[in-house]
């Protein structure tokens, strides 16, 4: 059964773990998420946890710095430069950038690329704008999406929160010609720390997370698994396709 959710409203690459993301019209949905979404991150030196990935939970500021600059030379869009919170223009690959992150954690840090990301759960996450819109009158402020860090934002025609739950063990389908890019949805977004920050000063409010707790067991959004691969527009249809067997 196939059940049209919506359109999608904006869709986000995020090239280094924990930066700011880069809004984009359309990115080809890759087996391994979209084109250039989290290839690079900052490596934490000396962390044998088995996740030594540096991101803004630890150095809220990371989200301050906007990745920049276009290399094609690897077949993705990858960003060549960072702008920092200061303003300046820093290669991304560059010493002054490493030392800049290392100071801000207070110890060594490198930056890895890994050719199939670097994600925390799955390659693909989405959510709704009526997800964000439900928990922004709860807490009673009109949240930036960009708290949410998902890779696709969709608008759909149901205005209820949380409707993504429901989408789960489903397929959603984009576009409208064949071959249609789909992913497949295998969990509910399990949130942290990151929605408490302001994507624009790095401030937190504890207030965001407290409430998508007592809302919705701490979940918001859903993750996925890509099933067919194929290149994603902003305002393009998006259908639920759901398991006869259901």
Known sequence: MMNELGHVCELVRYPVKSLAGALTESAFLGWH?????RRFAFRRLGDDSGF?????????ELLLYHP???????????PTHVRTPAGTHVELRSEELQS???ERLGSSVELMKLKHGIFDDAAVSVISLATIAG???EVGMDLDRRR???????ETHNREPFLEDGWIGGTLVFGDTEPRPAVRVTARDVRCMMINLDPDTG????RVMKTVVGLNQNNAGVYGTVVQTGTIRVGQPVSLVLDARR
């Open 203 to 206: 401030a937190k409010d504890t």
């Open 68 to 78: 920049f600059g276009l290399d094609l030379s690897t077949g993705e869009p990858l």
């Open 135 to 137: 928990i922004s009158r």
């Open 33 to 37: 998420g979209l084109d250039g979404d």
């Open 148 to 154: 949410f860090r998902a890779n696709i934002v969709l």
């Open 52 to 60: 030594p990935w540096l991101s803004a939970s630890r150095v809220a």
């Open 100 to 102: 800049e992150i290392a």
